[in-house]
Structures are given as structure tokens and as C-alpha cells.
């Protein structure tokens, strides 16, 4: 199994930045992709980027260009550099982790406020 911890929200004004940090244990070789979703109040889910076991990436369109997710393999540790915040950012983030442990399955963390102020 995978276990997932988030950290690095908090309260931020509006174009300022944070980086969220998400940091894997447990059976962590059996790691593939990971990435981000976000959840905002009365809203869906949705994804916010991912990035794969070859450090390939993706962005949702509505924050190209304003985050950067990145892997640091030696630390089992996901980032997202998010720059350039807008009120509309504020949710809670969640990472994930999608591994193999008998069949392809995905561990999510726990979940880390984000509220940008205008």
C-alpha cells in the first residue's frame, strides 16, 4: 500500500504563490503517475495536473502557465508551484499516487486548504 501526507497551504492574497508538497510511504516502487485534483465548496472534484513515471506532464487549461507540478524520486515527494493565485484557486488540494499492488490501484492523501484572498 501507499500512504500519502499533503502540506504547504494556507492563506494567501491574490498573485501571491504557494507550493504544496505531497510525500509518499509504503510499497513507494510501486509508484507510477501522480498528480493533483482540487475540490472547492459546492463543486466537483477536478483534476489539476499530473505528472508521470517519466516525469511527463499535464495541466488543466485553467492553470497553464501559473503551476508547475514536479517529482523529486529521492524523496517520494510531489510538488505544485502555484504562482500568480486568483480567488478562484481556493479549494482544498488533493494529491495522488496510482501504483500496482496486485492490480493498478490509486492511494489519495488527506487533503490541504488553499484560500486566496482578493
Known amino acids: 500500500q501507499v500512504q500519502l501526507v499533503e502540506s504547504g497551504g494556507g492563506l494567501v492574497q491574490a498573485g501571491g504563490s504557494l507550493r504544496l508538497s505531497c510525500a509518499a510511504s509504503?510499497?513507494?516502487?510501486?509508484?507510477?503517475?501522480r498528480g493533483w485534483y482540487r475540490q472547492a465548496p459546492g463543486k466537483q472534484r477536478e483534476l489539476v495536473a499530473t505528472i508521470t513515471s517519466g516525469d511527463s506532464t499535464n495541466y488543466a487549461d485553467f492553470v497553464k502557465g501559473r503551476f508547475t507540478i514536479s517529482r523529486d524520486n529521492a524523496k517520494n515527494t510531489v510538488y505544485l508551484q502555484m504562482n500568480s493565485l486568483k480567488p478562484e484557486d481556493t479549494a482544498v488540494y488533493y494529491c495522488y499516487a496510482d501504483f500496482v499492488w496486485g492490480y493498478r490501484r490509486r492511494s489519495w492523501g488527506q487533503g490541504t486548504q488553499v484560500t486566496v484572498s482578493s
Open positions: 509504503g510499497s513507494i516502487f510501486s509508484i507510477d503517475d
